[in-house]
């Protein structure tokens, strides 16, 4: 079983800063694309950010420049640094990870952490 456990969502000002945290736990032999998304009230599901494995990064438009995604190899680990936040930031975020485990790669998502960001 492998399990993402998300940390750091929280409520802030408009302004204010979050980091968020993701690590991946169990049986793995390897990870390769980590990322971020975020669901807001009646909306889809849209891509944050996401890392490979050698560390390029990707970015949505509309947190380019506020937002930096990295990671810790040595501890499955991916972080997300918010900057300059802003209300419609507000949303559930998710952390995914493509995991490879023997032979086979699944995508795992986390279970989700608020982040609201307040006016």
């Known amino acids: 079983q492998v399990q993402l456990l998300e940390s750091g969502g929280g409520l802030v000002q408009s302004g204010g800063s979050l980091r968020l945290s993701c690590a991946a736990s169990?049986?793995?032999?390897?990870?390769?694309?980590m990322g971020w998304y975020r669901q807001a009230p009646g909306k889809q599901r849209e891509l944050v950010a996401v890392?490979?494995?050698?560390?390029?990064?990707n970015y949505a438009e509309s947190v380019k420049g506020r937002f930096t995604i990295s990671r810790d190899n040595a501890k499955n680990t991916v972080y997300l640094k918010m900057n300059s936040l802003k209300p419609e930031d507000t949303a559930v975020y998710y952390c995914?990870?493509?995991?490879?485990?023997?032979?086979?790669?699944?995508?795992?998502w986390g279970q989700g952490t608020q982040v609201t960001v307040s006016s």
């Open positions: 995914n990870a493509e995991i490879l485990r023997a032979i086979l790669i699944s995508t795992v």
């Open positions: 169990g049986s793995i032999a390897g990870v390769y694309d």
């Open positions: 890392i490979t494995s050698s560390g390029t990064t």
